[in-house]
């Protein structure tokens, strides 16, 4: 009985052994932060001092009052709407047509058109602020299919056109990477559900729709997550693409943040700015699923 | 009937076609930009200036020798394998570990722990950006290589614990029941029986996460404030400075910057892509 006893508690021991180096490093690093986050944002903190003043609300109202954050908060949502209308149906449509084997090298086009998601971001955005500069391809390109030598774009500095290039580059870096999951989850599909209903007589597009697009519809749903977390948390590109400029034409929350933050020195409000960013993709992540439960109960 | 095959021929031909030209355009348009850089990077910063498109004239290698020399990115390339190697090792140590006491040791408190760590696969970095910073300069660790490994090491651990426990559930528990009747500790039974056989899952989070690490930008942006401390990307970016207007040197260092990782995947590029779809699937 004592043998049992003492082993039951060496294996909890032993259990903790294997978990506690994990979880203590994760805990400092993100549940310590966060908790941290929350209270500092209602806080005037002074860095210099070591010193936090509770101003309640303060920063929250004043965020709320500031069109900046409204306009990075509209440019977010831009950014998920641009992945969830250019990259994820164009990886899809590329991840179908490798599934279905209807090109060769298959190999290869997968390879090249996943090949900038490897690159880092910070190479990737200041590339493509070369391409669209005075020096860079693109304009070049179109001085010459405008006949014009003094053509120069100033698409970086429009409100709405400034979009157009942003769009281009998250395509361009992250289509591959939804090529790849939707291509994965193709193959999960099985084979023989394909070929029965070949038999069959199914068409192309009854496989389409009634075999393959109903076995997908968790993907697409993670996908949708995927695109909301990854433009609140789409920094890097953006910082050395544009950095939210011009203007603030393409601030996001992100960039918003740091700008107050490590620029201003305001880490209150930079702290109120990170708890709304936690707080809102929260919110967008536990609604996608709720349309998913509501929508998976539809279908079934 | 016949005919209505040659229709069928005909139309999939034609599909086939426009397929093959949607993936070429595709793929060059993902080149393009790449092969521009490349060549742009062997160009005077006058020619660079004069004609953005041309082939390089007077062939140089001059931008990378001097890139190289004043943007310091010899330090700093030892710098990111350092923090990418060593976050990565201890990372898959650490996440292993527990990934073992999760699926097998099970207690009740493992689904509390477990789904913890989940959650952290939806934070992002920049929500604890301010406060880690703070934290940082409260221990000072900020501005040393301990300050970036730590977070580097937690922030592996989320996606690394759910491959790794979702793995470990399928080795079956009588391997380990058998071992345990043999007389082997649970620690030898880790070391020596599922560790060996986690390699295809270790190989995929080692991946993942020297992708990450050495791609990482923000946290070394704003944790360090010294050269010996910085990394390949904060020396990249360093070149968007003042020296802006050194193309030819900003062009050098970006391929620098770029070519470990696409050598890299030049190497891994089926692990990468198979490592990514199992990364991502964690809704």
Known sequence: MMEIRSEKKTKIIIYFIFILPALIVYLAVVAFPVITSVFLSFTDYNVYKNEATVVGMKHYIKMMKDDIFWTALANNFIIVFISVFGQIPIGFMLAYILYRKIVGMEKFFQAMVYLPAVISTIVVGILWNKMFSAVGGITKLLQLLYNDPHYMIQILNEKFLAFIPLSVVFIWMYTGFYMIVFLANLQKIDPAILEASQIDGASESQIFFKVIMPSLRGVIVITAILAISGSLKGFDLLFALTNGGPAGYTEVLAIYMYRYTFIINNYGFGSAVSTVIVLISVILIALTRFINSRFGEEVN | ????????????????????????????????????????????????????????????????????????????????????????????????????????????????????????????????????????????????????????????????????????????DSLIESSRMDGAGYFRIFAEIVFPMCMPVVMTVAILTILGCWNEFILVFILTSSESTRSLPVGIYAFSGPLAIEYGLQFAALVIGAAPMILFYAFFNRQITKGFAAGAIKG
């Not at chain 2, 393009?32 to 160009?43: D, M, R």
């Not at chain 2, 710098?79 to 999760?102: E, H």
């Not at chain 2, 722990?113 to 660790?141: C, D, Q, R």
């Open chain 2, 1 to 172: 009937m016949a005919k209505t095959d040659l229709q069928k021929n005909l139309t999939s031909i034609g599909i086939k076609i426009i397929f093959y030209v949607i993936f070429f355009t595709f793929t060059i348009l993902t080149i393009l930009p790449l092969v521009w850089l490349f060549y742009s990077s062997f160009k005077p910063k006058a020619e660079i200036v004069m004609n953005p498109l041309a082939l390089p004239k007077n062939f140089i290698i001059t931008n990378y020798i001097q890139a190289w020399t004043i943007g310091k990115l010899g330090l700093y390339t030892i710098n990111s394998l350092f923090y990418t190697s060593v976050s990565t090792i201890v990372s898959i140590v650490f996440a292993m570990g527990a990934s073992f006491a999760f699926a097998k040791l099970r207690y009740k408190i493992t689904v509390f722990f477990y789904n913890l760590f989940l959650m952290g696969l939806l934070i992002s970095i920049h929500s604890i950006l301010v406060p880690l910073f703070l934290a940082e300069t409260w221990v000072h660790l900020q501005d040393t290589h301990l300050g970036i490994l730590i977070p580097y090491i937690a922030l592996a651990l989320p996606v690394a614990i759910y491959l790794g426990t979702e793995y470990i559930k399928g080795i079956p």
